[in-house]
């Protein structure tokens, strides 16, 4: 595709249930990226790829939240038991290089809401 | 870990005149910084970006400074007309390109 693609747009979920996000970056696009942005906030790091290897998971909040990517293109992110601060819009990045330099090209993001 | 400061939060300006957004960093040892636009409802779009080896930089109406000694960059926008209005995030990194570290944005208002 000609930009990051991110599905489902809009995701509104109980307390307490599973939610997955996924991420079709750029073809060809070496290292993905996972952001949180909470209302009126910047984006907050989750998680890092290059490849199909998770390099960073460092800004993961907690065990419930999971990310994978097996074949090194298409990625998701999985929330276990949402909790209402899980509320937010998670932006996924992709880049063409696989370290230093390289423009982080963003998709629209998932927003999520949890009642 | 790094911590990026933005201000203002807010920026209302006239068409035609110029906005300044300031950012300043913690960790010494960042050396890439962009500058992101972001429309409502998109996602962030990269606009221009400068790293540690470059005091200024310019592309077209836009242009960034650098000011390594004192942690702390700069947004320059000139002749700004309406289409500039956004969100605008700062950010800083030591490993180029991933775990950027954002700002918390400013909302450029540009009247005609």
């Known amino acids: 595709g000609a930009g990051v693609s991110q599905s489902p747009r809009y995701k509104v979920a109980k307390r307490g249930q599973d939610v997955a996000l996924r991420c079709d970056p750029i073809?060809?696009?070496?290292?993905l990226f996972w952001y949180q942005q909470a209302l009126g906030q910047g984006p907050e790091f989750l998680t890092y790829f290059q490849n199909e290897a998770q390099l960073d998971k460092s800004g993961l909040p907690s065990d419930r939240f999971f990310a994978e990517r097996p074949e090194g293109s298409v990625s998701t992110l999985k929330i276990q038991r949402t909790q209402q601060e899980d509320s937010a819009v998670y932006l996924c990045a992709s880049s063409l290089y696989g370290s230093n330099t390289g423009e982080l090209f963003f998709g629209e993001g998932s927003r999520l809401t949890v009642l | 870990g790094e911590n990026v400061e933005q201000h203002p939060s807010t920026l209302s300006v006239q068409e035609g005149d110029s906005a300044v957004i300031k950012c300043t960093y913690s960790?010494?040892?960042?050396?890439?910084f962009p500058w992101y636009k972001q429309e409502l409802g998109k996602g962030p779009q990269l606009i221009i970006d400068?790293?540690?080896?470059?005091g200024e930089k310019k592309d077209q109406r836009i242009a960034v400074t650098l000011n390594k000694t004192a942690k702390h960059f700069s947004l320059h926008i000139t002749e700004t007309q309406p289409e500039d209005s956004a969100v605008y995030f700062c950010a800083a990194s030591k490993n180029s390109g991933y775990a950027l570290n954002f700002g918390k944005g400013t909302s450029l208002l540009v009247t005609p």
């Open positions: 400068i790293r540690s080896n470059v």
């Open positions: 073809s060809g696009h070496v290292s």
């Open positions: 960790d010494s040892a960042s050396n890439y």
